[in-house]
């Protein structure tokens, strides 16, 4: 019988010897930082462990450009060892208990049993994600053209079909979200009416939004531009949003960080879709150029944490029905993608925790006041504030890494999974 490598609780727990006394002094003097200012680090620290974001089933394998892809070693070949992979990273992060799983890269071949292997290793099923933006092997139409939104009914037919067989495979999972992003567009001007297009994404949405059990959502996600380079169907939150109106209370939009323009405001797109009532979740990762290929919090981290200065104050102010998805949507292409995605988990905590140090009240007074400088620095206290030994501290106290990287590199599992794991010829992980 094989064995497979896992890092044990009791190693954590030995490494967290080496981190135990700064951490330790620096959480006292944080706390009484925080003191001064009203703040109450244990309240502080419950919120960091409550914070869950959970991992894409594709961004254990290493992604790639259409240039190229670098594989890394002891990659994961099939959706059971991606799985060990994602629970290795919740081990020390313990802030990724759901995974979210694409079809048909990652479908399985009994729901159930994958249930159970993923139980056993304390993970659940987030969002479901179709996939008809590329042709299966065995695929009897062609999505060339597009998929929901093609000319030809049959061609819809069939996507549709796949979005509810998604569903289906989701319900055995415990899902309770299915996302669709479709590359559906166009690349010559006149290739496409735009109006027609987007009726029939609405008419096979409907189809899709019949299969929802009642205590589904479906998220709409849009993208600028990619695969289509001049025209794309779901194109922006305008779109989404009236997309989700159309169809009705369970659709709501999902905001992928990386599918915007260069400079537009994306905390004031999160703002706008809390007061509508449709804002489904998120894809988070990072951009500078064009899509979402760089890691959570790596380039933009105030734009991140003004993003969950808008959760925060909805979630403060009691929104009704409050209850967005996170999720992490990342390709990894130069780095150990269990490394990305533990630090990207990370980052998103810090943000969410720092949100909650923003002085509400002195901010509303600033904006009342017209106040500028005053509301800019009340953010910026916040931000600026370096909450590491909380999180940190939420980590160790769930059984986790104070120093997940550090952790991680000490127990040698990649190069354990390098033995385990002999390269598999061709195998294609996700290019976000
Ligand atoms: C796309 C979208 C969408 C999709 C993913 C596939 O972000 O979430 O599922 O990439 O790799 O860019
Ligand atoms: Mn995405
Ligand atoms: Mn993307």
């Not at 709409?220 to 194109?235: C, G, L, Q, R």
Request: hydrophobic share 40%.
């Amino acid at each position: 019988m094989t064995t497979h490598f896992e890092i044990n609780d009791n190693f954590i727990a030995e490494q967290n010897q080496k981190a135990k006394a700064w951490l330790e002094e620096d959480y006292e003097h944080l706390g009484k930082q925080l003191r001064r200012r009203g703040l109450n680090i244990e309240d502080l620290t419950a919120k960091a462990q409550a914070f869950q974001v959970a991992v894409p089933s594709w961004g254990v394998g290493t992604g790639g450009t259409r240039f190229a892809r670098f594989p890394g070693i002891g990659e994961p070949r099939g959706i059971y060892e991606k799985l060990a992979d994602c629970a290795t990273i919740n081990k020390l992060v313990r802030a990724t208990g759901a995974v979210s799983l694409h079809i048909p890269w990652d479908k399985p071949d009994n729901a159930a049993t994958l249930k159970s292997y993923a139980s056993e290793r304390g993970l659940t099923f987030d969002a479901m994600n179709s996939n008809t933006f590329q042709d299966q092997a065995d695929q009897k139409l062609s999505y060339r053209f597009g998929s929901l939104t093609h000319p030809d009914a049959a061609v819809r037919a069939q996507a549709v079909e796949h979005n509810i067989e998604c569903i289906e495979i989701g319900k055995t999972l415990g899902s309770k979200a299915h996302t669709v992003w479709i590359g559906d567009g166009g690349n010559f001007a006149g290739q496409q009416h735009f109006r027609k297009t987007l009726e029939r994404y609405l008419e096979s949405m409907r189809e899709i939004y019949k299969a929802l059990p009642d205590d589904w959502r479906v998220f709409m996600e849009h993208k600028m531009y990619e695969p289509a380079f001049y025209s794309t169907v779901i194109n922006d939150w305008g779109t989404s949003y009236f997309c989700a109106t159309q169809l009705g209370e369970k659709a709501k939009c999902l905001v992928d960080l990386g599918h915007h323009a260069p400079n537009v405001n994306i905390e004031m797109i999160v703002a706008r879709l809390i007061q509508a009532g449709k804002l489904g979740g998120f894809h988070f990762n990072d951009s500078k150029y064009g899509d979402d290929d760089l890691d959570a919090g790596s380039i933009k981290p105030f734009q991140l944490f003004l993003i969950f200065n808008e959760l925060v104050d909805a979630q403060t102010d009691g929104t009704p029905d409050f209850n967005p998805a996170y999720m992490l949507d990342q390709s990894h292409n130069v780095t150990d993608p269990i490394e990305s995605l533990m630090m990207s988990a990370v980052e998103l905590q810090r943000a969410y925790v720092q949100a909650h140090l923003v002085d509400r009240a002195v901010l509303t007074e600033a904006q009342e006041n017209c106040d500028p400088m005053r509301a800019l620095q009340t953010l910026k206290q916040a931000f600026t504030m370096d909450v590491a030994p909380i999180i940190a501290a939420a980590r160790e106290r769930a059984g986790g890494a104070i120093d997940p990287l550090a952790t991680y590199r000490a127990s040698q599992y990649r190069q354990h999974k390098a033995a385990e794991r002999p390269a598999a010829i061709g195998i294609s992980a996700g290019i976000v």
